[in-house]
């Protein structure tokens, strides 16, 4: 065994054995429980980051314990392959995306090899190869055939960078794309769907199931979703039109005293009388010109215009104005609502704008609606209120009110109870090169017509003309677009757009189960036999989009009967960001790099000469802060970059890099190399401990060792808490090197031990050392240790009992007694029990393990 340790010599040798015996291949048979570990594919970029290198070191270290455990894991690694970069570098450079994207594969495949990944690379996948893209088309037919693709006409997001239509999904908060960064804006266009709609309930209910997911990411979820219970009432126009809305207080139909239609609503035009006409096209345009955030933010000024035309309230008969105003959105409910200003707040900001009635028809419990005072704000206490003026529910409670209304408006025939979802359709058409053609070809005569099964993949052509100015680039290839229509013969065009590459990611997790398969998407019995996937591992950007269209596709194969589960991940962890200081200008809010700035104890800008403000932030190249995972394996080796990343933070939890504590990690790992050194260089070295007699320091270091299994075990099973887990593995190097047992077998048990513990971890010195000390195989082969529960009891120390100041008995007790337990144990003594029933308990005087003595008088 070398003397010093050098990661660079032996993380590639223990690389090239790993995959010349095939360490890392998946035991498809076996009666061995099977485990699922994933990591979420990257985009291949070209460039492995920071946060790659934290999404799977975690998972591989969930991975390699699992397998020590005595688990059948599964633990693959693909492609995210398709989408826009690739394309835009073949407009900026030249270079067709296709051989860009393998350039990039293959360079990021070496760099994540280095890092010491036990994948199967057998099973690899990568999205934008005719062998799985075709699967991802015939998945397509499926659901088109299952009425869960369609074609429409609709308002969509376009982003004016890229030059695509983009899912709601994709749109943030703010109303930016989430690639680009572009104002979305919104555009008619005919555009390809998937019905996730269908399954919104089903995606919402079956969150519960989820107890593996963390809270946040199910109430995103949730939330998206946005399932609201309430009723549809049909209000008519005083000229006859029905014009029905959603809400979800029905309980308050009788204050409705306005309606309020979507600029946008189909019956505005007919709705308004000639005097409006001008104010409401004017109208219109501008809210056209509005982002969604915009129009529905809570505290802005409320604008509208009045169509001139009036409703008549079915509960009451009273004749209502009807307005147009763009808080109301014509893609939510119906487009049109009953307007209640006394219980909504954005009702009551409008009244009160525009000069409307007010009529409060909820109060609360004790109140007295006669002598009410005018109401400065909207009163939406649903809880407690009570109704009023409200014909057949006076006197109802406003949850018994909404159950007594729906009953009123069914019997009726003016309304039904309505459950509305916030969730739209997916979107899933975009009008760009570098994805999955979308697989039918539009017939004059009949139609919409799926490519048969024996055609599919609808193979990329590569001789495209790229320009990145708008419209399908495929539309351009007129030898490609133009073909027979496979039911009758007919000249007809292929689909030119392509798909969403969310499609492409909300599969692969299957396919790994059968990653090779040319003859279908996947064996279903091999799907099932693997999945769900045990423990998903990736980025919380991911909590909406990819993880419910993942769900999403599912339960669709599932109801194809592909798939016998529910739901794809059983257990998700959503890994923190990895951070690092960060230097600013705060006039000119320029980002500063580091290796910039001459003094970082005080630093100002090169530039400017401003003081820097300096703050840890997300990596990035845009910030400067990025430190590479290059540079930091080659000065410290790969198993010192996981050990930190490990280390350093809890996985959930945002990482701060800190490049001491990467040299404190790298001075652990030399010090366990040490402590092996050492111990193999003796002129002969002790059996591992077995069994036998015990000297006190060897019990002592023992119990050190039993400890550390158990708790590292404890804090592996219970949500991967590396940290602390690493942490036990600190304190039993500590424990070995202080014992100085370099001839007893208990310490050849403590560092065959440690090594093992450090296998998931640090793999390839766990390897090395794992050798060194002449164990068997491989270290990653070996079973993971058991705590010994006799090495975990503590030695137990004798305790005298004193009445008085003399002896009356004694007691054994564990050696880590505290005083407390100490006095409780000896009160409870049958020699202290006699004295104290005769007497009065003045005081008890505790010597720590040793006695205790009772003042009785
Ligand atoms: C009358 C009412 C009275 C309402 C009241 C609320 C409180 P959620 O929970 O988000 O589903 N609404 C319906 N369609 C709308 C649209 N297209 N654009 C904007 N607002 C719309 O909200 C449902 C409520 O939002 C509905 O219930 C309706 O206002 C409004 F005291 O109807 B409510
Ligand atoms: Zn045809």
Known sequence: MEERYNPQAIEPKWQQQWQATGADKTPEHGERPKFYALSMFPYPSGNLHMGHVRNYSITDAIARFKRMQGFRVLHPMGWDAFGLPAENAAIDRGISPAVWTQQNIAQMRSQLQRLGLSYDWEREVSTCGPDYYRWTQWLFLQFFKADLAYQKESAVNWDPIDQTVLANEQVDAEGKSWRSGAVVQKRMLRQWFLKITDYAEQLLQDLEKLSGWPDKVRAMQANWIGKSTGARVEFKAATGQSIPVFTTRPDTLWGATFMVLSPEHPLVAELTTPAQKAAVEAYRETAAAKS???????????????????????????KIPIWIADYVLMGYGTGAIMAVPAHDSRDFEFAKTFGLDIIPVVFPPEADPATAAELTEAYSDNAAGVLHNSGPLDGLTVSDAKVAVVEYLEDKGIGTAQVNYRLRDWLISRQRYWGCPIPVIHCPDCGIVPVPDEQLPVELPTDVALSGRGGSPLATLESWVRVDCPTCGAAARRETDTM?????????????????????????????????????????????????????????????????????????????????????????????????????????????????????????????????PLGVLQNYGADTARMFILFKAPPEKDLEWGDTDVEGQFRFLNRVWRLVHAFVSQDSRPQVYCSGQLSKAEKDLRRAIHIAIRETTEDMEGGYQFNTAIAELMKLSNALNEAKLLASPVYAEGLQTLVQLLAPFAPHIAEELWSALACEGSVHASTWPIADPNALVADSVTIVVQVNGKRRGEFEAPADVTKAQQEELAKATEAAQRYLAEGTLRKAIVVPKKLVNFVVT
């Open 500 to 628: 969403d590459t969310f499609i492409d990611s909300s599969w692969y997790f299957l396919r790994y189960a059968d990653a090779t398969n040319g003859e279908k998407v996947f064996d279903a019995a091999k799907a099932n036999n693997w999945l769900p996937v045990d423990q998903y591992v990736g980025g919380i950007e991911h909590a909406i989009l990819h993880l419910l269209y993942s769900r999403f596709f599912t339960k669709v194969l599932r109801d194809r009967d592909l798939l016998h589960f529910d739901e794809p991940f059983e257990r998700l962890l959503t890994q923190g960001m990895v951070q690092a200081l960060t230097y600013k200008d705060p006039q000119t809010n320029e980002y500063v790099a580091a290796a910039d700035i001459e003094n970082l104890d005080r630093p100002v800008s090169p530039t400017t000469g401003n003081p820097l403000e300096v703050f840890y932030e997300k990596m990035s190249k845009s910030k400067y802060n990025g430190v590479d």
């Open 292 to 318: 969604e955030i915009d129009r529905t933010a809570e505290d802005r000024e409320k604008t509208g215009v009045f169509t001139g035309s009036y409703a008549v309230n079915p509960v009451n008969n009273h």
